[in-house]
């Protein structure tokens, strides 16, 4: 321990960009819960993909031990994370790619733009990518005149639409099949007008609508699923063939990835590519995998280019027991068990990871007093949904619950006046601290017999407690006390022994 | 102080716990212990399933099975270093070599592509390009609409282990499980957006 100890820890650098929420999670919840679209269409989407999920994943013997593998080797990759960058680092290096760090979101959108401009170029082709949505790099291209195709069909649908996505794997599930015409019709100049609302229709006008800019881009962005420190591969999985097109034509790749990203060695991939697309989309396989390590002559693009991501990760490191929210690989499987997120929706969340692992993420990557966030780590009803569904393992409800605690935590530290909840804890600790003043405070058990209607249940609490009424009744105690039936039992067993 | 040295200094300062790096547990399967027989019907299987188009034939039967696939394409490009042989019965052929690579217009005009492959994984049925002579660059197997791959049946593994660890990943990979597909609207699988919108795999017996 001492021979590695590095010294205090330095005040954490939260991230920015679309991480925060504007509002708090129970207000912008209740405005999506009015949304029956909404509802009916997530209601589908989640049930429908757990269902296959669950069906590729009883096809494994292993899942368990490949799960055991992910979980660990994620742990691994956070404990060496310094020094595996550094090795990623080297071998991407060695083989003609350029790497740019970037602390914040701000840094990395100025690396992306310059590196745009250097190469000459006004409009670039995108492949679906969680961390260039968490910089907001569309939106900062824009403001300095450059031009960001969305190439993946459900981000070209929200993208036209000037909307957000509502999940992570398949970000326009909010929308059915007529509106997404009427968004093409609008929004697409060169679109057949005879449109009809069948799937293979609309994505042959997607196809369509981006052939030209595929094989014309001089300059593609891309995220990464993985990158391999052993030899300094990048891993980008898809569908469409629409991240071929981006990472195979343009002379200019540019990839943004986040620092956690990282796997040991190449052999590790066996692992990850068989949790990812069973968790994530339900399929044995998804369609399309490339591979790319920096620059191979006459084969993709020449110049390629890697931006390392900061942007809140270390804060999220800095925590030991929320760490492990870091090792998310975006499959979006706790999203499709979540109950919470399955009524509510993405949008509901605010920051550009949703549903339960954004609840932990984004106060983690923000830190918790970043006031709106804050709400997230109770968007949960605890069910642990979650940590099943996980592919690698993390304990969301444990992270949930532990950041519910450092929330109450800086709370109390900005409070001067104790509140009413602060009294009833600091009441609640002196009575449950001794047996004999609980054993007290139950003799006062029939008085809420008396509170209870005739049909036996309490309907309105005064002060704090009328928020656990308002929708629910209590049940009127019982006439009896655990402790005094206790005491009765034995008194009968124990004469009765003695007979 | 540079980006890069604050992030990782940042980093090494978020590890002050020293936590370790815990032993990796690979008890997962490495091997399937499959015959032949066996690899070639799990991948058909896994293929049909992508909705891919897959026949099983002998070498022999490989130029009249792929002459009989490309019926109807006008032109179809071949990756230099791929068998002459297997595509001697297809007219419309045009090579695709480093020393005269096609321009991307080209590859446009192009109805089909014809190439062989590193490796196959029948559990999950996919098939591995490297970019190896016969294969090709990775603009050939994506421009053209359909795509005839070949496989042998001595490259087809049962887990994905196996295919890794017979792989250089230094070379550029791309991994293709069925055509190009989406899911994107409602939830309902379409064959083909971007990518190839036709996967014809041929297994060729040892």
Request: proline share 6%; aromatic share 4%; glycine share 8%.
């Amino acid at each position: 321990m001492s021979s590695t100890y590095l010294g205090m820890p330095a005040v954490p650098v939260y991230g920015s960009g679309n991480l925060h929420t504007a509002e708090p999670f129970p207000v912008a919840a209740r405005r999506e819960l009015d949304n029956e679209q909404l509802r009916a269409n997530l209601g589908h989407a989640t049930h429908t993909i757990r269902d296959k999920r669950l069906r590729v994943v009883a096809e494994l013997p292993d899942w368990e031990e490949l799960r055991e593998a992910g979980s660990a080797t994620k742990a691994a990759v956070m404990a060496r994370l310094p020094e595996l960058l550094e090795q990623f680092e080297e071998n991407f290096t060695a083989r003609g790619g350029v790497i740019h760090w970037a602390r914040d979101a701000a840094e990395a959108n100025e690396i992306v733009r310059d590196l745009i401009r250097d190469a000459g170029a006004d409009e670039v082709v995108k492949v679906k990518s969680m961390a260039t949505q968490e910089i907001g790099l569309n939106e900062y291209l824009e403001e300095h005149g450059i031009s960001a195709f969305e190439t993946d069909l459900a981000e070209l649908i929200v993208q036209l639409d000037h909307d957000k996505p509502s999940h992570i794997l398949v970000p326009a599930i909010h929308k059915n099949r007529s509106q997404i015409r009427d968004i093409f019709l609008r929004e697409m100049p060169d679109v057949d007008p005879n449109l009809t609302d069948t799937p293979a229709r609309l994505a042959e006008a997607a196809r369509l609508h981006l052939r030209r800019k595929f094989l014309s881009a001089k300059v593609a962005i891309s995220g990464a699923n993985f990158a391999l420190a052993d030899t300094g591969t990048l891993a980008v999985v898809e569908s469409e063939g629409n991240g071929r097109m981006c990472l195979t034509l343009p002379e200019t790749l540019i990839t943004v990835m986040g620092v956690e990203k990282l796997l040991p060695s190449w052999t590790d991939l066996e692992v990850f590519m068989q949790l990812l697309p069973r968790s994530s989309t339900g399929e044995r396989m998804n369609p399309y995998t490339s591979l790319w390590t920096g620059v191979t002559e006459g084969d993709g693009p020449q110049n390629v280019h890697l931006v390392l991501l900061d942007n809140g990760r270390s804060a999220a490191l800095a925590d030991e027991r929320g760490r492990s929210a870091l090792h998310c690989i975006r499959c979006s499987a706790c999203m499709n068990v979540c109950p919470v997120y399955e009524r509510t929706g993405g949008h509901a969340y605010g920051s550009t990871y949703p549903g339960p692992i954004g609840a932990i993420l984004s106060p983690l990557l923000t830190g918790i007093t970043s006031e709106e966030n804050a709400s997230l780590p109770y968007a949960s009803s605890l069910c642990g949904a979650c940590y099943d569904a996980c592919p690698v393992k993390i304990n969301i409800p444990e992270i949930l619950v532990h950041l519910r605690s450092e929330d109450v935590q800086s709370r109390r530290g900005t409070k001067k006046v104790p509140g009413q909840m602060d009294v009833a804890m600091k009441a609640a600790s002196w009575m449950m601290g001794s047996g004999r003043r609980m054993a007290l405070v139950e003799k006062a058990l029939p008085l809420g017999k008396l509170a209870a209607g005739p049909d036996r249940k309490i309907k309105k609490l005064p002060g704090i407690a009328a928020g656990w009424t308002r929708s629910r009744d209590l049940p009127a105690p019982p006439a009896q006390s655990f402790r005094d039936w206790w005491a009765k039992e034995h008194e009968d067993t124990a004469s009765k022994e003695q007979a | 102080m540079s980006a890069r040295t604050e992030i990782l200094d940042r980093l090494r300062s978020a590890l002050h716990d020293a936590p370790e790096a815990p032993e990796i547990p690979r008890k997962y399967r490495h091997s399937s212990g499959m015959n032949e027989e066996e690899l070639i019907e799990l991948l058909r299987d896994r293929l049909l399933d992508y909705k891919a188009g897959v026949s099983v034939v002998d070498e022999a039967s490989v130029p009249a099975k792929v002459a009989e696939l490309l019926k109807g394409e006008t032109s179809y490009v071949v990756p230099a270093g791929l068998d002459e042989r297997w595509t001697a019965l297809a007219p419309g052929r045009v090579v695709d070599s480093p020393e005269e690579p096609l321009s991307v217009e080209e590859l446009d005009g192009i109805d089909a592509v014809v190439t062989g492959c590193a490796a196959a994984v029948a559990e999950t049925g996919t098939i591995i390009l490297d970019g190896s002579p016969g294969q090709g660059r990775r603009a050939c197997s994506l421009i053209p609409d359909h795509h005839v791959c070949l496989v042998r049946a001595g490259d087809i593994y049962g887990v994905l282990p196996e295919a890794v660890r017979r792989l250089d990943v230094t070379h550029p990979l791309t991994w293709i499980s069925g055509p190009s597909a989406t899911s994107d609207i409602e939830l309902q699988r379409v064959e083909g957006v971007h990518g190839p919108r036709r996967l014809d795999v041929v297994i060729i017996r040892s």
